[in-house]
């Protein structure tokens, strides 16, 4: 059995920007008998229903910036995925939501700060740290037992 942090919108929370889930039972069928460990970064720290935000290549780096506000939302989500991986140290498995700013593994949006599409195939920001605690990471659309 496995432990395995998944988006918790893909098991039917209803946490997405909208106030809304993204269920997949396909997904919760091939991951039953493993121990899921749900978590949302941006419900956490915004609410839902919530503005949405984007993934924004900056001179500082890449930043979550709200397109409602154009505030940098990017502290919020990172120190969330902090404090989940640091108390969930046993993880075997990281499942995102594919295309979120947050929880994308390889298939967020990327914008320059005119808006112009950069790339399609970003890390989330959740995702990244992820990937540099060197959990196996995987975006919920490519899992494949």
Do not use: W
Not at 3 to 12: F, N, V
Not at 69 to 92: N, R
């Amino acid at each position: 059995m496995k432990k395995i942090a998944i988006s918790a919108c893909l098991l039917g929370e209803k946490c997405r920007y909208d106030a809304t889930d993204n269920r997949d039972d396909r997904l919760l069928a091939k991951l039953d008998g493993n121990t899921l460990i749900p978590f949302c970064p941006e419900d956490h720290a915004f609410g839902s229903p919530r503005p949405t935000m984007d993934l924004i290549q900056t001179e500082e780096g890449i930043k979550a910036i709200s397109n409602n506000t154009g505030a940098d939302l990017s502290v919020a989500v990172e120190e969330y995925a902090k404090h989940f991986f640091d108390k969930h140290p046993e993880l075997d498995l990281f499942i995102g939501k594919d295309r979120s700013p947050s929880c994308g593994v390889c298939s967020a949006k990327l914008y320059d700060e005119h808006k112009e599409l950069i790339s399609l195939s970003e890390t989330g920001l959740m995702a990244k740290e992820a990937k540099a605690r060197g959990i196996d990471a995987v975006d919920a659309e490519e899992y494949d037992l």
